[in-house]
């Protein structure tokens, strides 16, 4: 038994307290206030106390985790100073913080990603243009999500709003990939080097937001998913990283194109609880804590992951289908936020099929 600290009291850290628990693990939060969906779940260091919270979180804890990219690097390096582990380390935080050094560690380890620029004037980025072309991408070097933070250029006249758009902060331009499917693995690497992954799998975004992920990618060569197990190989080697890492790829005429890494459990393998033989929480549990890590073997060739956005809805309708189940966060209703997800585990390509269908409520109308 461990008490393990996790930075952030989000959805994440709640189910990677659900999962925890079952293996005798206790956890507290690092978190902002004590109505965040991880506040039932262990105790609640919160920035709100008047008391050094972070040094409480500090004395408590044995091993500490995060739930975001954006943890504070000094943050994680005082704690680590204190004599607490923090895994992952420093360096996949590092990394994975920044879009340009995360852009520059894919191409040193020769994993294809988009023709990029950093850029941090209207000028650098009217030169990158140059270099890049149109259709690209502008996005903030830091901190976006759910495609926050991003500007698409159709043609170079669009440098000024797009530069705009984005807050006139440093940014990085991205050649446009054109994809036939959106696709992310999951991996896990123990303390000791031993790494397991999870089957790719199919992402449908719609405004910038995960709506819909098919668990595993349908009709995927066997090559290719062991050229995304090789990359996964090869960055968590380099990094030296322990827990969870999640790579999201673009699948195009070519091979796979890398986009983006994050280094925590990810909305993208939220199937996995009910869907595979372990679940991506329980194994970055079992990571941290130098436990063997747990088959990723998926229970049935059609699982599916339906993201609860803005409004919970039709939940009712959802608990009376078979083989689909309600996950919810606790959260406050509000337009673009995620609250929940229904998990879809079937055993047929047509009980699926029905099951997304009962489930359209909850996905965008249109597909
Ligand atoms: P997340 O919520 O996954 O962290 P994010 O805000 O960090 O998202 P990205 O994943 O980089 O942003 O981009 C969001 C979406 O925009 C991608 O899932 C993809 O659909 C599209 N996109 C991003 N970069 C490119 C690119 N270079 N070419 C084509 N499409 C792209
Ligand atoms: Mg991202
Ligand atoms: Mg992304």
């Given at each position: 038994?461990?008490?393990i600290g996790?930075l952030?009291?989000?959805?994440?850290g709640?189910?990677?307290?659900m999962a925890?628990?079952p293996l005798?693990?206790?956890?507290?939060?690092y978190?902002?206030?004590?109505?965040?969906?991880s506040?039932l779940?262990?105790?609640?260091f919160?920035?709100e106390?008047?008391t050094?919270?972070?040094e409480?979180?500090?004395d408590?804890a044995e091993?500490?985790?995060y739930?975001?990219e954006?943890?504070?690097?000094?943050?994680?390096r005082?704690?680590?100073a204190?004599?607490?582990?923090?895994?992952p380390?420093?360096?996949?935080?590092y990394?994975?913080?920044h879009?340009?050094r995360?852009?520059s560690?894919f191409?040193e380890?020769?994993i294809?990603?988009?023709?990029?620029?950093?850029?941090d004037s209207?000028?650098a980025?009217?030169?990158?243009?140059?270099?890049?072309?149109?259709?690209s991408?502008?996005?903030?070097?830091?901190?976006g999500y759910?495609?926050?933070g991003?500007y698409?250029?159709?043609?170079?006249a669009d440098?000024?709003a797009?530069?705009q758009a984005?807050?006139e902060?440093?940014?990085?331009?991205?050649?446009?990939?054109?994809f036939?499917r959106?696709?992310?693995?999951?991996?896990?690497?123990?303390?000791d080097g031993?790494?397991?992954?999870?089957?790719?799998v199919e992402?449908q975004?719609?405004k910038?937001?995960?709506?819909?992920?098919?668990?595993?990618?349908?009709a995927?060569d066997p090559a290719?998913q062991q050229a995304a197990?090789d990359?996964?190989?090869?960055l968590?080697?380099?990094?030296d990283?322990v827990?969870?890492?999640t790579?999201?790829?673009?699948?195009?005429d070519?091979?796979?194109?890398a986009?983006?890494m994050?280094?925590?459990?990810h909305?993208?393998g939220?199937w996995?609880i009910e869907?595979?033989?372990?679940?991506q929480?329980?194994n970055?549990?079992?990571a941290?804590?130098g436990?063997?890590?747990?088959?990723?073997q998926?229970?049935?060739?059609w699982?599916?992951?339906?993201?609860i956005?803005?409004?919970t809805g039709?939940?009712?309708?959802a608990?009376?289908?078979?083989?689909?189940?309600?996950?919810?966060y606790?959260?406050t209703?509000r337009?673009?936020?995620?609250l929940?997800?229904?998990?879809?585990?079937?055993?047929?390509a047509?009980?699926?099929?029905?099951?997304?269908?009962a489930?359209a409520p909850?996905?965008?109308?249109g597909?």
């Amino acid at each position: 038994t461990h008490n393990i600290g996790i930075l952030g009291a989000g959805q994440l850290g709640r189910m990677l307290a659900m999962a925890g628990y079952p293996l005798g693990q206790k956890f507290g939060f690092y978190g902002f206030s004590k109505d965040e969906p991880s506040a039932l779940l262990g105790h609640m260091f919160t920035h709100e106390d008047e008391t050094d919270t972070l040094e409480a979180l500090i004395d408590w804890a044995e091993i500490v985790t995060y739930e975001s990219e954006n943890t504070d690097l000094a943050v994680v390096r005082r704690i680590e100073a204190a004599g607490v582990p923090v895994y992952p380390g420093p360096d996949s935080l590092y990394y994975s913080q920044h879009r340009g050094r995360e852009k520059s560690l894919f191409r040193e380890l020769d994993i294809p990603t988009a023709s990029f620029e950093v850029v941090d004037s209207l000028e650098a980025l009217q030169r990158a243009i140059k270099v890049i072309g149109t259709p690209s991408i502008l996005k903030t070097t830091t901190e976006g999500y759910d495609g926050k933070g991003q500007y698409r250029l159709q043609s170079p006249a669009d440098a000024e709003a797009a530069w705009q758009a984005i807050g006139e902060r440093e940014a990085i331009l991205e050649g446009f990939v054109a994809f036939r499917r959106e696709l992310s693995i999951i991996a896990v690497r123990g303390k000791d080097g031993e790494m397991v992954f999870y089957p790719l799998v199919e992402n449908q975004h719609h405004k910038g937001i995960l709506r819909l992920t098919l668990a595993p990618a349908e009709a995927i060569d066997p090559a290719i998913q062991q050229a995304a197990q090789d990359y996964m190989r090869r960055l968590m080697t380099r990094l030296d990283h322990v827990g969870v890492l999640t790579l999201e790829l673009f699948e195009t005429d070519v091979g796979l194109v890398a986009n983006e890494m994050a280094p925590r459990v990810h909305n993208s393998g939220h199937w996995t609880i009910e869907g595979a033989q372990t679940s991506q929480f329980e194994n970055h549990i079992r990571a941290i804590t130098g436990l063997p890590l747990g088959s990723t073997q998926p229970l049935t060739s059609w699982c599916a992951m339906v993201n609860i956005i803005g409004e919970t809805g039709h939940i009712k309708d959802a608990l009376r289908l078979p083989g689909v189940h309600v996950h919810l966060y606790d959260k406050t209703e509000r337009p673009g936020r995620k609250l929940g997800h229904l998990n879809v585990v079937a055993h047929s390509a047509w009980a699926r099929e029905q099951a997304l269908a009962a489930l359209a409520p909850f996905l965008p109308a249109g597909g």
